[in-house]
């Protein structure tokens, strides 16, 4: 019976040891420190900054103009007899757009004539017969007098005809109107806009101050209008700047506008202004910005390993952009390397590998 005992404790206790033994290792294996992972090089692509010249470049929002513009609008009272022109037409010079009833005028005319006929005849025969000293120089004044206001009130009727007959003074494109024959038009009642047909537009835009110090008349322009870039010519500047803004009214001249170019159009105005100074230019992708700043990743050689290139964060000042490029005014040079692509991943101190080129698809491998 003893003996049955003992074997039961000694086998419970080997049971025991065995199983706090494999506890053991389990928790010596959680516990251990993790083997140290080999470093893994990050692949991104290096640039090699580029010389260039910039100038500071000003940005503003351009007004669309046509050369010649203006409200038509009735000078005297009136009723439309005839409408000679639809809404969005292009009209001739001096073609004839609207006429208002001039039938009363018309009439008055006729009779201011015959008068003048009397007039001028009766003045002929006074001045015959002064001549021979058969009347008095009174009565030859007076009858110039009658002469002077027949021709005056001929004149006056036929400046009242023109008034009601409105014909456009340039060629140009009639803008959308409302206005029916047989209509009462009071003095100063408008009709329509009539903006210059030409072979060129102004383009206003106002300039701050500092920029306006530097721009002269003959300066050229650039105007965005996506996709195209056009080129234009500042053709004035105003007299004085604006009182409440500080800016300065600038007029410049685009040649040969697309279809699509409307007045009162808006463009974006950019304007070089200042001396040139010298830069150097990275691709877009590479410039990074942070809260405290814009920066790029340099490419240096490992100090402990010159098989290894890394990174370190090197603080920059953009200017404009350029295409795809950005200009760098400070912080790198031409002799640097950067990472072009590929930075979002990267921080200070990482091993980068330059990736290989691609070959072209139509390249075939030799």
Known sequence: MLKTIVASVLLVLIVLGVGASIAYQKYRMMTAPPPPNEEQPEVVVFAKPMHVSIRQTSTAVGTVLAPRSLQLKTEVVGTVAEISFQSGQIVDENQLLLKLDTSVEEAQLESAQAALQIAESTF??????????????????????????????????????????????????????????????????????????????????????????????????????????????????????????????????????????????????????????????????????????????????????????????????????????????????????????GSFKLRAGLWVVNAPVKAEPNQVQQ
């Open 124 to 341: 002929k025969r006074n001045k015959q017969a002064s001549e021979a000293r058969a009347i008095s120089e009174l009565e030859l004044e007076q009858s110039s007098a009658f002469l002077a206001q027949a021709k005056s009130e001929v004149m006056r009727l036929n400046a009242i005809i023109r008034k009601k007959t409105l014909r456009a003074p340039f060629c140009a494109r009639v803008g959308v109107f409302d206005i029916q024959q047989g209509q009462y038009l009071p003095e100063g009642t408008q009709i329509t806009m009539l903006q210059g047909v030409d072979d060129y537009v102004h383009v206003d835009f106002m300039m701050p101050q500092q920029v306006a110090d530097e721009v002269r008349v003959g300066d050229e322009v650039k105007l965005i209008v996506e996709p195209t870039l056009l080129t234009a010519k500042i053709i004035a500047i105003d007299s004085q700047s604006d009182r409440i803004t500080r800016n300065l009214l600038a007029r410049a001249k685009l040649k040969d506008p697309p279809s699509s170019m409307q007045p009162n159009d808006s463009v974006r105005v950019e304007l070089e202004f200042g001396k040139e100074t010298q830069a150097v230019t990275i691709p877009a992708s590479g410039l990074r910005r942070s809260p405290t700043g814009a920066f790029v990743y340099v490419v240096n050689p490992d100090p402990n390993d010159s098989s290894k290139q890394r990174v370190i964060v090197q603080p920059v000042i953009p200017g404009k952009t350029i295409g795809q490029q950005v200009a760098i005014l400070s912080g790198v040079t031409v002799n640097d390397t950067i990472v072009a692509d």
